[in-house]
């Protein structure tokens, strides 16, 4: 979910929100329906409008919606857009659109539930001949020479003015991978494409690719930087990429364990797979640095190891494990069994203080936590 202040600084972003206009007005004509997925404030809808569209299906999860309208109405196009509460996957469109546009990216594409929400638009929503905005981005990678990115990895843990040994917690950092701003000047290989994703034809969210990198000169490296080029219509462009104009995405920096002096003509050999797992991406990065035929280094990581998790959560995942309903528990499904008998939300707050007489002091209490579940799993109305 983005802050109104996160919509904000996206509208602000010149290179990002220009291309996104000049790509609408490549897409739209009079008379076009189009689909807004991720509305946010209501910006691509607005611009759609303007363009001349007839109809706009603007949907977005978040209550950001209840802005969108309000900026729609101020903009004299609120009886062109049909605003959706709800996730795209969920909403069923009555007609075919000529246009599906969106920005859900993070630093990456690879960024929750964006590229599922994709597809399902394209096979659902999208007419015959439609267009998808963006079109197609394309994925680059290259190792860079980054102390001032990799030393909050290691410099916390390892070199501590207090004599303490905490080098648990730098393995896990290590395996974190982190939004970062990386300069040209910066890379120490020449960059390798790593993938594409055409939105005419991705058929998977999950990504798994194997680069060959060269080192241009001797350095020390201390990881590598991905960045995306973005294709939202014929000859509409932009790039996150260093050295690029600044980009509100920035770029993704996966550190190494530790720094490796690369010499000029050192090969690094990547693996990167990102699995959608939950909503969330498990990134997957596996690097070997070969020197003729000596290996110089070789490093595992996963953003799995960096998350600490304790003993008892490992074993309450087990498939042995026998689980026994918690008292948080027993008051949510007190809670969903009584919303089913069609009680007001105060009636089942009074019962709950009743039946829990010690977890809540006070039927406010209790219908804080009511509404808590009617709103996640209540039906939308």
């Given at each position: ?71 729609a109405?101020?903009n ?21 659109v ?32 439609g ?60 960059p ?63 550190p ?24 969330e ?28 998790l ?50 809540f ?7 804080t ?12 109305e």
């Open positions: 979910m983005y802050s109104i202040q996160g919509h904000g600084n996206m509208i602000a972003d010149g290179v990002r929100s220009d291309a996104y206009l000049r790509a609408l007005q490549a897409s739209v004509r009079p008379g076009s329906v189009v689909v807004d997925i991720g509305t946010g404030t209501g910006f691509f809808a607005i611009l759609a409008c303007r363009l001349g569209a007839r109809r706009v299906i603007a949907i977005e999860s978040s209550d950001m919606i209840e802005v969108a309208r309000r900026i109405q101020a004299g196009c609120a009886d062109r857009i049909d605003f959706i509460h709800a996730s795209s996957t969920a909403v069923d469109c009555p007609e075919r000529d246009v599906v546009v969106s920005d859900l990216h993070g630093v990456l594409p690879f960024f929750q539930g964006h590229l599922v929400a994709m597809m399902d638009a394209r096979e659902r929503f999208l007419a015959p001949r267009t998808m905005i963006p079109a197609r981005e394309s994925l680059w990678v290259a190792c860079v020479e980054a102390p001032e990115l990799h030393s909050p990895v290691t410099t916390p843990w390892s070199d501590n003015k207090y004599g303490l040994d905490m080098h648990a917690a730098r393995a896990l950092a290590a395996n974190q991978w982190r939004r970062a701003v990386v300069q040209r000047d910066q890379l120490v290989t020449v390798a494409g790593c993938g594409t994703l055409d939105y005419a034809s991705i058929a998977s969210p999950d990504f798994d690719s194997t680069v060959e990198l060269e080192a241009a000169r001797e350095a020390e490296s201390h990881g590598f930087c991905l960045w995306f080029d973005s294709t939202l219509a014929p000859g509409v462009e932009f790039s996150n990429a260093p050295g690029a104009p600044g980009l509100i995405y920035g770029n993704a920096f996966f190494w364990p530790e720094a490796v002096p690369l010499a000029r003509g050192d090969r690094i050999e990547l693996r990167l797979r990102a699995r959608l797992m939950r909503g991406y498990l990134w997957t990065w596996e690097t070997r640095v070969m020197r003729g035929t000596t290996q110089v280094a070789s490093f595992r990581q996963s953003d799995f190891f960096g998350e600490p304790a003993a008892g959560k490992v074993r309450r995942h087990s498939s042995t494990h026998v689980a026994k309903l918690g008292e948080a528990g027993r008051i949510d499904a007190l809670v969903l069994g009584l919303m089913q008998q069609d009680l007001a939300l105060g009636e089942i707050a009074h019962r709950l203080v009743a039946a829990f007489p010690g977890r002091a006070r039927w406010q209490d209790a219908l936590r009511v509404a808590e579940l009617s709103q996640r799993y209540g039906e939308a």
